[in-house]
């Protein structure tokens, strides 16, 4: 479980509970309502709503929630929450770096909760670009390993822009830099068609290990994390073996 990888790292959502999938489709639908706010209801001219409704789809949020997440966030909607983004950088167990994004209508509840779940499990919330520094901020782009085998998509990403390829046994996750991630995208959707997954995202530019008990603090951060719906999405540099992750409880 490296860090620097969204597919391994950005919460642990695989064969969620019945709660879990009932969180993970709240968020999606705060994401669907903020990406109308800021742009418009027509996924072919607003590519934030977009890639937030491909995501929905790959995670199977049924057509009527998705249909009530866009009317919610029209002008003529009854529902007048108004969410902003936010985040937070910090440190957590085993020496790990932590990069918290989230959408939410009260920063001050949001920033309690965060600061609650990492520095009851050792951890502390640190100054803005204390940690950021040990990331980059870059483009990911997922498509599902069926598009193609890994030398073809790479092929196909260099053409259109892009800079890495990290396949796996369900997916292709392409990079690229910041500013290349509309152009990129946009050729790739010509080639391929519309993605899994279409995000900016953090990638740790160095992993570190964290094991034993220091691992199983980690991933109680990350679940607590994942619980808050305040939360969309967690991005660390930590790297947690297979044993260790099959040693917590939860």
Do not use: C
Request: glycine residues 8%; charged residues 30%; aromatic residues 6%.
């Amino acid at each position: 479980m490296a860090g620097h990888s969204h597919a391994k790292n950005v919460m642990h959502q695989k064969n969620a509970s019945d709660s879990k999938k009932a969180k993970i489709f709240n968020k999606l639908a705060r994401e669907i309502m903020v990406s109308v706010k800021l742009g418009a209801p027509d996924p072919a001219s607003n590519p934030r709503l977009r890639a937030a409704l491909a995501e929905a789809r790959v995670k199977n949020m049924t057509r009527d929630r998705i249909e009530r997440a866009i009317k919610s966030g029209q002008p003529d909607s009854d529902d007048k929450a108004i969410y902003e983004e936010v985040r937070y950088e910090a440190y957590g167990p085993g020496g790990s770096a932590l990069i918290i994004e989230g959408l939410t209508d009260n920063r001050n509840r949001t920033a309690a909760e965060v600061r609650t779940a990492i520095s009851k499990n050792g951890g502390n919330l640190a100054e803005t670009g204390s940690v950021s520094f040990m990331f980059d901020r870059v483009g990911e782009i997922v498509y599902p390993a069926s598009k193609g085998s890994p030398d073809d998509m790479l092929e196909i990403v260099i053409e259109a822009g892009g800079n890495d390829v990290e396949s796996d046994d369900e997916n292709h996750y392409i990079f690229t830099g910041l500013e290349d991630f509309g152009t990129v995208r946009a050729a790739l959707e010509k080639e391929l068609g519309e993605p899994s997954s279409a995000k900016l995202v953090w990638t740790a530019k160095n992993d570190v290990p964290v094991a034993g008990q220091d691992a199983q603090t980690l991933l109680k951060v990350l679940d607590l994390l994942e619980d808050n719906d305040d939360v969309q999405n967690v991005f660390g540099n930590y790297d947690i073996s297979e044993e260790d992750q099959a040693a917590y409880k939860g």
